[in-house]
C-alpha cells in the first residue's frame, strides 16, 4: 500500500506563487508515474501535470503549461508542482496521484492512477 501526503496550499493573490509537495510512502518506491490533478467545486477533476518514470519528460495541460512546472526528488518519493502567475481559475483542490509501471491509457485519464492524496486548497483571489 502507498500513501500519498500533499502539502503547500494556502490563499494567494492573482499573479503569485505557491509550491505543492506530494510525498509518497509505504512501499518500495520504484518505477512510478507521479501526476497532478485539480478539481474545483461543481467540476470534475481534472489533468495538471504528469512526470512518468520511463523518461525525464513531464506533461501539462494547455491551461497550465509554462505557468506550473512538475518535479520529482526520487530519492525522497516527493514530487512537486511549482504553481507561478496564478489565476482565478486555478482555484481548486489539487490532488497528487501516483500509478507504477507504464500506462495502459492516457496518462491525463484518472483512471491510470492507484493511489491518492488527500488533497490540499489552493484559492487564487483576484
Known amino acids: 500500500q502507498v500513501q500519498l501526503v500533499e502539502s503547500g496550499g494556502g490563499l494567494v493573490q492573482a499573479g503569485g506563487s505557491l509550491r505543492l509537495s506530494c510525498a509518497a510512502s509505504?512501499?518500495?518506491?520504484?518505477?512510478?508515474?507521479m501526476a497532478w490533478f485539480r478539481q474545483a467545486p461543481g467540476k470534475e477533476r481534472e489533468f495538471v501535470a504528469a512526470?512518468?518514470?520511463?523518461?525525464?519528460?513531464?506533461y501539462y495541460a494547455d491551461s497550465v503549461k509554462g505557468r506550473f512546472t512538475i518535479s520529482r526528488d526520487n530519492a525522497k518519493g516527493t514530487v512537486y508542482l511549482q504553481m507561478n502567475s496564478l489565476k482565478p481559475e486555478d482555484t481548486a483542490v489539487y490532488y497528487c496521484?501516483?500509478?507504477?509501471?507504464?500506462?495502459?491509457?492516457?496518462?491525463?485519464?484518472?483512471?491510470?492512477?492507484?493511489?491518492w492524496g488527500q488533497g490540499t486548497q489552493v484559492a487564487v483571489s483576484s
Open positions: 496521484a501516483l500509478r507504477f509501471g507504464f500506462y495502459k491509457g492516457r496518462y491525463y485519464d484518472t483512471n491510470q492512477y492507484n493511489y
Open positions: 512526470s512518468p518514470w520511463s523518461d525525464d519528460s513531464s
Open positions: 509505504g512501499r518500495t518506491l520504484n518505477n512510478y508515474n
